[in-house]
T-cell receptor, first 107, second 113 residues
Framework: KNEVEQSPQNLTAQEGEFITINCSYSVGISALHWLQQHPGGGIVSLFMLSSGKKKHGRLIATINIQEKHSSLHITASHPRDSAVYICAVRGNYQLIWGAGTKLIIKP | NAGVTQTPKFQVLKTGQSMTLQCAQDMNHNSMYWYRQDPGMGLRLIYYSASEGTTDKGEVPNGYNVSRLNKREFSLRLESAAPSQTSVYFC????????????FGDGTRLSIL
């Protein structure tokens, strides 16, 4: 079993929909990262959080340390949000990466 | 603001050839990383340099070597390329080793025939 599991693997939605991407992990962590990989391949860090909730524009990230679970929400989704969203957790040593969720937003 | 710059962007090699992937960052970051990304898998750490003058193995170091040339530059070398090393390679940097966001280069798409 992978130490970081993301769901769903693929998600297609209509423009304007509220999007939720989930990340579950099985190890103790000091922080969790959410990143976005554009269709062209570039990777951008979105959030780093160790508790509670963070918001940036239409993106919201939450984490529940007790349940070892994080969610990334996108409000009022737009086709430019189409990308792969990656969760990574910081254990004792190195980042452990999820396989990513591929999101497609249709106009 | 260049951030993290990787060269080349694309490369095709024959089995057994060698090559070096270059990475430079202009953010005065202490830590640098090399990852590979394969279809359906998460990023996997090949090597990292927590600070200038140090390098350590990551999850998948076999077949690779690295050099932290100075604070800015961290290169990845394939001494004898194998088809299993066909992948997309990403260099990243962060301010320090620890809970810091990582900044990524655009990647190098490498094919080994």
């Amino acid at each position: 079993k992978n130490e970081v599991e993301q769901s769903p693997q693929n998600l297609t939605a209509q423009e304007g929909e509220f999007i939720t991407i989930n990340c579950s992990y099985s190890v103790g962590i000091s922080a969790l990262h959410w990143l976005q990989q554009h269709p062209g391949g570039g990777i951008v860090s979105l959030f780093m959080l160790s508790s509670g909730k963070k918001k940036h524009g239409r993106l919201i990230a939450t984490i529940n340390i007790q349940e070892k679970h994080s969610s990334l929400h996108i409000t009022a989704s737009h086709p430019r949000d189409s990308a792969v969203y990656i969760c990574a957790v910081r254990g004792n040593y190195q980042l452990i990466w999820g396989a990513g969720t591929k999101l497609i937003i249709k106009p | 603001n260049a951030g993290v710059t990787q060269t080349p962007k694309f490369q095709v090699l024959k089995t057994g050839q060698s090559m070096t992937l270059q990475c430079a960052q202009d953010m005065n970051h202490n830590s640098m990383y090399w990852y590979r990304q394969d279809p359906g898998m998460g990023l996997r750490l090949i090597y990292y340099s927590a600070s200038e003058g140090t390098t350590d193995k990551g999850e998948v170091p076999n077949g690779y070597n690295v050099s932290r040339l100075n604070k800015r530059e961290f290169s990845l070398r394939l001494e004898s390329a194998a088809p299993s090393q066909t992948s997309v390679y990403f260099c990243a940097s962060s301010l320090d080793w620890g809970n810091q966001p990582q900044h990524f280069g655009d990647g190098t798409r490498l094919s080994i025939l």
